[in-house]
């Protein structure tokens, strides 16, 4: 069955550094997102992507994030300043177009840990 | 602020009952409704969605819609061991392909 399959499954930086989270989505979707999870909180919207540009974002992604699709695979978040509240679950979600199952399928994740 | 409200839990069923599980939403415009299971350190995992007023039945899992009181529901049905998780309640203002907006979950417990 295909998945989202997402690296690194961990990555510890240091407060100020750039990190790069990787995603690849299910092969034959269109939509892309990227939602990140605090310890113990609900998980958070931070971004959905179409046709090669973000369709909506929230308030949380503001200029230290950005998304990218640098090829026909990957779907990748960066953040560029990293800060000690950006610690957490990061997840990847992919949806097919409008059809029958409108659903997002997560990735495992990329569990965040700023220093 | 749109919201999605669950019950935190703990809800305790005894293994072979059923569970309930109920969610609220805030924003009378949305339009689907999704439930995912989240075992600890894990991703969502999506169990089914519904955007249609009633019940749409899942193998041992029903969702309940009822768009005039804001309210969707998870059934499950013989209830095991492995169905011991956190069930998340999201919902979308589209019929797919837009953010989904998650409660806090209710985190599950089957009692062997």
């Known amino acids: 069955e295909p998945e989202v399959t997402q690296t690194p499954s961990h990555q510890v930086t240091q407060m100020g550094q750039e990190v790069i989270l990787r995603c690849v989505p299910i092969s034959n979707h269109l939509y892309f997102y990227w939602y990140r999870q605090i310890l113990g909180q609900k998980v958070e919207f931070l971004v959905s992507?179409?046709?090669?540009?973000?369709?909506?974002k929230s308030e949380i992604f503001d200029d230290q994030f950005s998304v990218e699709r640098p090829d026909g695979s990957n779907f990748t978040l960066k953040i560029r300043s990293t800060k000690l509240e950006d610690s957490a679950m990061y997840f990847c979600a992919s949806s097919d177009s409008l059809g029958v199952n409108p659903s997002q399928f997560f990735g495992p994740g990329t569990r965040l840990t700023v220093l | 602020q749109k919201e999605v409200e669950q019950n935190s839990g703990p809800l305790s069923v005894p293994e072979g009952a059923i569970a309930s599980l109920n969610c609220t939403y805030s924003?009378?415009?949305?339009?689907?409704f999704f439930w995912y299971r989240q075992y600890s350190g894990k991703s969502p995992e999506l169990i089914m969605f519904i955007y249609s007023n009633g019940d749409k039945e899942d193998g041992r899992f029903t969702a309940q819609l009822n768009k005039a009181s804001q309210y969707v529901s998870l059934l499950i049905r013989d209830s095991q061991p492995s169905d011991s998780a956190t069930y998340l309640c999201?919902?979308?203002?589209?019929?797919?392909?837009?953010?989904?907006?998650f409660g806090t979950g209710t985190r599950l417990t089957i009692i062997p």
């Open positions: 999201a919902v979308s203002s589209n019929f797919g392909n837009e953010k989904l907006t």
């Open positions: 924003d009378r415009g949305s339009q689907s």
């Open positions: 992507f179409y046709n090669n540009e973000i369709s909506e």
